[in-house]
């Protein structure tokens, strides 16, 4: 897939621009699919942020952004429908657009709906992660991001990119997501990391990364 990797969606115009490019075609031309899941999984998600992310009600832009067409792909559903019902609506979609909440189960239900072991085959779709919905193609989050336990009992994610990401790097509402503690978070990972802020995003083709970027970001090499 190509990814676009933020932490916050689409906040300016430079991030905007690279989705346009990774589409192909402008958004009004393009069928999305979000997948609200990673938002039941966090201490502090509830039904209302879900709510807000599907209709585009929330401060974090991605599911208002004038799409063709946008439906809901809620992953915890897939395994009791079958492959056969909802593989083509995978298929037939532009982009995913995924919600943020917890990254560990995201991946895990990834792999448990089939949705992880199809990514390989989705080579002109465009994943578009938000926060956690960015992590979780990481090998590894970090034991400072782990909040629900996966069954694996680590902080292993899918492992679709090399690199770990920190999120929201110096928020308002998030005092404790300072560069400092993201290098003290980088040191614990085998395998390179960024560390990346609301106006910043990394797009993934074909194994080439790059940061694109309004705001603030580092790069901590493994």
Known sequence: MK?????????????QGALVRLLGKPIAE?????VP????????GNPAGVWRFISGQSRLPMCDLGWKSLGVLELTALPSIGAERWVPWVQEADVLLVNG????????????????????SLSEKVWVGLSAGSMAM???????????????GD?????????????????VDLPENTMAQAEKWAAGLPNPAYAIDDDTAITVVDGA????SEGKWRHFPA
């Open 101 to 120: 909440g917890d990254a560990l189960y995201l991946a895990h239900w990834m792999r448990q709906s089939g949705l992880a072991d199809l990514l390989p």
């Open 209 to 212: 990364v790059e940061v694109v």
């Open 37 to 44: 899941t990673a938002g039941y999984g966090h201490p502090m």
């Open 138 to 152: 990481a090998p590894r989050i970090g034991e400072y991001f782990v909040e629900w336990t996966a069954p694996t």
């Open 3 to 15: 990814l676009l990797l933020t932490a916050a969606g689409i906040t300016n115009a430079s991030i």
């Open 30 to 34: 393009s069928d999305a699919l979000c």
């Open 155 to 171: 902080d292993s994610a899918l492992g679709v990119v090399d690199f770990s990401i920190f999120p929201h790097v110096d928020h």
